[in-house]
């Protein structure tokens, strides 16, 4: 161990977030970070000769997961500031991705999201930190905590009871102009030859500091032949739909509300992603403008012609947004 980094060391500089320590504890330290399970609440994390004090795994949040642990991903202190940060160790993982026939193969690349980090530095859409190698080697992420909620939550959270009439004409408008701030950022990697990896709706938070959505989380890639951009582009039409319909639009809640509309739905007009959600949401809700409703058929199994890039979509949504009659909402 470093001697600057005695055991004494560590509990003066780690009292203020662990006053109740035992007389003659010894912390566990860790400067190789490859079995990360082994790292636990209370241990010491010392990477680029900086202390990290561990308070827990963070966990994840996606479809309702909320207790499934990331063991890769750490909450911790910076004994040398007091700041709590986001510490992401390595883990690698891949799968297959379908999406209308086209087929995805992705996979988790920590050198990518160290690289896209360094790319971003303070740009105000994305969350910042820096990355390090640890003493074997491994490229260890440490992000800069954002406080906030997700644009998601937010939407869900808002005003209860509300129909989506009233959300659509009169909060949407805002809604639409945090998403399309969004998609720019999205265009910024895309024209520096990066890919988001990721793009769904909990990876966009809303820092309650700056008021400006911020993406995280781009750990993954991805690989396909025709279009290297394809899998953030889908992604980017799951979120708008979500936005779009102040929540997904399930046939399984259209049954239960005995919605007339479902005699009119078919095949081409669900999501190309998730078949079981309504891309054309006109059919659901037929004060929804014909023009914003063709932006979401891009997006659905009956779509002939897909977004290649963000500047298709964003032309799209500009010219929606220039001319939209909804009323200015607060976000």
Same mark, same amino acid.
Request: proline share 3%.
């Given at each position: 161990?470093?001697?600057?980094?005695?055991?004494?060391?560590?509990?003066?500089?780690?009292?203020?977030?662990?006053?109740?320590?035992?007389?003659?504890?010894?912390?566990?330290?860790?400067?190789?970070?490859?079995?990360?399970?082994?790292?636990?609440?209370?241990?010491?994390?010392?990477?680029?000769?900086?202390?990290?004090?561990?308070?827990?795994?963070?966990?994840?949040?996606?479809? @309702?997961?909320?207790?499934?642990?990331?063991?890769?991903?750490?909450?911790?202190?910076?004994?040398?500031?007091?700041?709590?940060?986001?510490?992401?160790?390595?883990?690698?993982?891949?799968?297959?991705?379908?999406?209308?026939?086209?087929?995805?193969?992705?996979?988790?690349?920590?050198?990518?999201?160290?690289?896209?980090?360094?790319?971003? %530095?303070?740009?105000?859409?994305?969350?910042?930190?820096?990355?390090?190698?640890?003493?074997?080697?491994?490229?260890?992420?440490? $992000?800069?905590?954002?406080?906030?909620?997700?644009?998601?939550?937010?939407?869900?959270?808002?005003?209860? @009871?509300?129909?989506?009439?009233?959300?659509?004409?009169?909060?949407?408008?805002?809604?639409?102009?945090? &998403?399309?701030?969004?998609?720019?950022?999205?265009? !910024?990697?895309?024209?520096?030859?990066?890919?988001? %990896?990721?793009?769904?709706?909990?990876?966009?938070?809303?820092?309650?500091?700056?008021?400006?959505?911020?993406?995280?989380?781009?750990?993954?890639?991805?690989?396909?032949?025709?279009?290297?951009?394809?899998?953030?582009?889908?992604?980017?039409?799951?979120?708008?739909?979500?936005?779009?319909?102040?929540?997904?639009?399930?046939?399984?809640?259209?049954?239960?509300?005995?919605?007339?509309?479902?005699?009119?739905?078919?095949?081409?007009?669900?999501?190309?992603?998730?078949?079981?959600?309504?891309?054309?949401?006109?059919?659901? &809700?037929? &004060?929804?403008?014909?023009?914003?409703?063709?932006?979401?058929?891009?997006?659905?199994? @009956?779509?002939?012609?897909?977004?290649?890039?963000?500047?298709?979509?964003?032309?799209?949504?500009?010219?929606?947004?220039?001319? !939209?009659?909804?009323?200015? @909402?607060? $976000?």
């Amino acid at each position: 161990m470093n001697e600057d980094f005695s055991q004494e060391t560590l509990h003066q500089l780690a009292s203020p977030w662990l006053a109740s320590q035992r007389p003659g504890h010894r912390f566990n330290v860790f400067r190789d970070t490859s079995d990360f399970y082994r790292i636990e609440y209370g241990d010491i994390l010392i990477l680029n000769n900086v202390p990290y004090l561990v308070r827990h795994n963070a966990k994840e949040g996606r479809f @309702g997961l909320d207790d499934e642990v990331k063991f890769w991903v750490k909450r911790a202190i910076d004994l040398t500031t007091g700041k709590t940060k986001i510490i992401k160790l390595v883990f690698y993982e891949k799968f297959l991705a379908r999406v209308g026939g086209i087929e995805f193969e992705c996979f988790r690349s920590p050198r990518k999201e160290a690289r896209i980090l360094n790319l971003v %530095g303070k740009h105000p859409n994305f969350m910042h930190g820096f990355s390090v190698p640890d003493d074997k080697g491994n490229i260890v992420r440490i $992000i800069d905590l954002i406080y906030g909620q997700t644009l998601a939550d937010h939407v869900r959270d808002m005003v209860p @009871g509300m129909s989506h009439e009233a959300y659509f004409l009169n909060h949407f408008k805002e809604v639409l102009d945090n &998403y399309i701030e969004c998609v720019e950022a999205v265009r !910024f990697l895309h024209e520096n030859g990066e890919k988001h %990896g990721d793009v769904r709706r909990d990876h966009i938070l809303l820092d309650r500091d700056m008021g400006r959505c911020r993406w995280i989380d781009f750990d993954y890639n991805f690989r396909h032949r025709e279009n290297m951009y394809g899998y953030d582009m889908f992604g980017l039409g799951n979120v708008l739909m979500y936005l779009a319909g102040m929540g997904d639009v399930l046939i399984a809640d259209l049954k239960r509300a005995g919605s007339p509309a479902l005699t009119a739905l078919r095949d081409e007009d669900m999501n190309i992603v998730f078949n079981n959600r309504v891309a054309n949401l006109r059919k659901i &809700y037929p &004060y929804i403008p014909e023009s914003f409703n063709r932006i979401l058929m891009h997006f659905s199994r @009956g779509a002939n012609i897909f977004y290649d890039n963000t500047i298709q979509l964003l032309d799209d949504l500009n010219e929606f947004r220039s001319g !939209f009659p909804g009323r200015q @909402g607060g $976000i």
